[in-house]
């Protein structure tokens, strides 16, 4: 691309900037995607673990104290008395104390499913207002060559030279269809710019995604040769993983239920009146579980059922994203050649942008540059077009392998890979 072109692409650029940006402060990437974590799910959801925390369920050794009481011969001086003591086991305990903990790292991973798809919304929003700017910037100038290319195919007219009347109906009909892809495209920056701002209350005023520093294709292209396309990490395949230990650990509790031997401890008072003896009148009592429990073995074996069905699910879930990572890095891997091959176009065709018109009238050779300079921003328009899926298919693999909301976090979309 020649320096002339590069120069007016970038005032233009610029100007578009400023005039969308007038009155509005840049805000960076990297806040608007930490306010995620100020979002209503991600909070709420906070504040249900923080709960769950400081009233965390434990199951006690001792499960109930009972008194008893019974009559003999409806004497009052003959009333006989028991306490009893039932008690879980040790290893029951244990084993409930685990199933509460991984219960617990379940919930934190739905938390960190809320925070992801919030995530997820804020970098599309992020890379769509990017591609509208450069967009409208390329569109405005389009806009300029159409108007100046009538204005001199109607100062050929009044010089009385030989005007190619299709060639004037045909770039005013292009002009008509720009000026409505220019108002579409302006509102959807609009609206993008809104739905950011919505999203991100905490931010307060009037403004705009900052996009300096945005990164570039050549290190998106470079970010994806040192990744590893993995599902494991993402959030909603921890939530299967959690689910299938839970009941791992329900199976546990109940087998531990199912193994213990102590029911209770009974202290029992006889009370005879002819009997002087403390020791003949109390008594110690303890009653054992044999080792049959058709009720818990039930249980236990409904649990090996939905364990089988909660792993079956969560292989199903995690050959599914596999699929869709692998179709997802084959179609950037396309895009990134097709990208390759316009930006050459475009570089090619910026070197034969200054033309020799020759002899040929001055009017006749700002039509020649004019036409010249519209193929050219066409080309960009395709290259645009090309990042922006370029862009959708690198969010859609963050997406997928899960490294939107892993840890550390970093805006990906910048070419620092800052952390927020």
């Given at each position: 691309?020649?320096?002339?072109?590069?120069?007016?692409?970038?005032?233009?650029?610029?100007?578009?900037?400023?005039?969308?940006?007038?009155?509005?402060?840049?805000?960076?990437?990297?806040?608007?995607?930490?306010?995620?974590?100020?979002?209503?799910?991600?909070?709420?959801?906070?504040?249900?673990?923080?709960?769950?925390?400081?009233?965390?369920?434990?199951l006690?050794?001792?499960d109930?104290?009972?008194?008893?009481?019974?009559?003999?011969?409806?004497?009052?001086?003959?009333?006989?008395?028991?306490?009893?003591?039932?008690?879980?086991?040790?290893?029951?305990?244990s084993?409930?104390?685990?199933?509460?903990?991984?219960?617990?790292?379940?919930?934190?991973?739905?938390?960190?499913?809320?925070?992801?798809?919030?995530?997820?919304?804020?970098?599309?929003?992020?890379?769509?207002?990017?591609?509208?700017?450069?967009r409208?910037?390329?569109?405005?100038?389009?806009?300029?060559?159409?108007?100046?290319?009538?204005?001199?195919?109607?100062?050929?007219?009044?010089?009385?030279?030989?005007?190619?009347?299709?060639e004037?109906i045909?770039?005013?009909?292009?002009?008509?269809?720009?000026?409505l892809?220019?108002?579409?495209?302006?509102?959807?920056?609009?609206?993008?710019?809104?739905?950011?701002?919505?999203?991100?209350?905490?931010?307060?005023?009037?403004?705009?995604?900052?996009?300096?520093?945005?990164?570039?294709?050549?290190?998106?292209?470079?970010?994806?040769?040192?990744?590893?396309?993995?599902?494991?990490?993402?959030?909603?395949?921890?939530?299967?993983?959690a689910?299938?230990?839970?009941?791992?650990?329900?199976?546990?509790?109940?087998?531990?239920?199912?193994?213990?031997?102590?029911?209770?401890?009974?202290?029992?008072?006889?009370?005879?009146?002819?009997?002087?003896?403390?020791?003949?009148?109390?008594?110690?009592?303890?009653?054992?579980?044999?080792?049959?429990?058709?009720?818990?073995?039930?249980?236990?074996e409904?649990?090996?059922?939905?364990?089988n069905?909660?792993?079956?699910?969560?292989?199903?879930?995690?050959?599914?994203?596999?699929?869709?990572?692998?179709?997802?890095?084959?179609?950037?891997?396309?895009?990134?050649?097709?990208?390759?091959?316009?930006?050459?176009?475009?570089?090619?065709?910026?070197?034969?942008?200054?033309?020799?018109?020759?002899?040929?009238?001055v009017?006749?050779?700002?039509?020649?540059?004019?036409?010249?300079?519209?193929?050219?921003?066409?080309?960009?328009?395709?290259?645009?077009?090309?990042?922006?899926?370029?862009?959708?298919?690198?969010?859609?693999?963050?997406?997928?392998?899960?490294?939107?909301?892993?840890?550390?976090?970093?805006?990906?979309?910048?070419?620092?890979?800052?952390?927020?």
């Amino acid at each position: 691309m020649s320096a002339f072109t590069k120069y007016l692409t970038i005032l233009a650029w610029a100007m578009l900037l400023c005039s969308f940006g007038h009155g509005q402060a840049l805000i960076s990437g990297a806040q608007i995607l930490a306010a995620a974590r100020l979002e209503p799910s991600y909070t709420i959801q906070s504040e249900h673990l923080a709960y769950l925390d400081a009233h965390r369920p434990n199951l006690p050794y001792l499960d109930q104290v009972s008194l008893r009481t019974q009559t003999d011969r409806f004497d009052p001086d003959r009333q006989e008395y028991a306490i009893r003591f039932s008690m879980n086991s040790l290893s029951e305990v244990s084993k409930e104390n685990a199933l509460q903990d991984i219960s617990a790292a379940s919930k934190a991973e739905v938390q960190r499913l809320y925070l992801h798809e919030s995530l997820l919304r804020r970098y599309q929003g992020l890379a769509s207002y990017y591609y509208l700017v450069q967009r409208l910037s390329v569109e405005k100038q389009l806009s300029d060559v159409y108007v100046g290319r009538a204005n001199v195919l109607k100062k050929k007219g009044l010089l009385d030279l030989d005007v190619d009347v299709d060639e004037l109906i045909k770039n005013d009909f292009e002009r008509d269809k720009l000026d409505l892809d220019i108002a579409e495209d302006q509102s959807m920056l609009t609206y993008v710019v809104k739905a950011l701002q919505t999203a991100s209350p905490s931010i307060p005023g009037d403004w705009v995604p900052d996009t300096t520093g945005f990164i570039n294709i050549p290190l998106i292209s470079l970010q994806l040769d040192q990744w590893n396309d993995s599902v494991s990490n993402h959030p909603q395949l921890a939530i299967k993983q959690a689910k299938s230990s839970v009941i791992d650990a329900e199976y546990a509790v109940e087998r531990a239920k199912s193994n213990q031997i102590l029911d209770f401890v009974q202290v029992r008072y006889a009370n005879v009146p002819y009997v002087q003896d403390l020791n003949r009148e109390l008594s110690v009592g303890l009653s054992l579980y044999l080792p049959f429990n058709g009720a818990s073995h039930l249980k236990m074996e409904e649990l090996l059922v939905e364990k089988n069905e909660a792993d079956q699910n969560m292989l199903l879930y995690q050959n599914d994203m596999t699929d869709r990572i692998q179709q997802a890095r084959l179609k950037i891997e396309v895009l990134l050649r097709q990208y390759e091959v316009a930006q050459k176009q475009l570089e090619a065709s910026g070197d034969r942008f200054i033309l020799d018109p020759g002899n040929l009238p001055v009017e006749e050779g700002a039509v020649i540059m004019l036409s010249a300079r519209e193929l050219q921003l066409k080309r960009q328009l395709n290259l645009l077009t090309l990042e922006d899926q370029i862009f959708e298919q690198y969010i859609r693999l963050l997406d997928l392998t899960g490294m939107l909301s892993a840890s550390p976090m970093m805006n990906y979309l910048s070419r620092e890979l800052d952390t927020y």
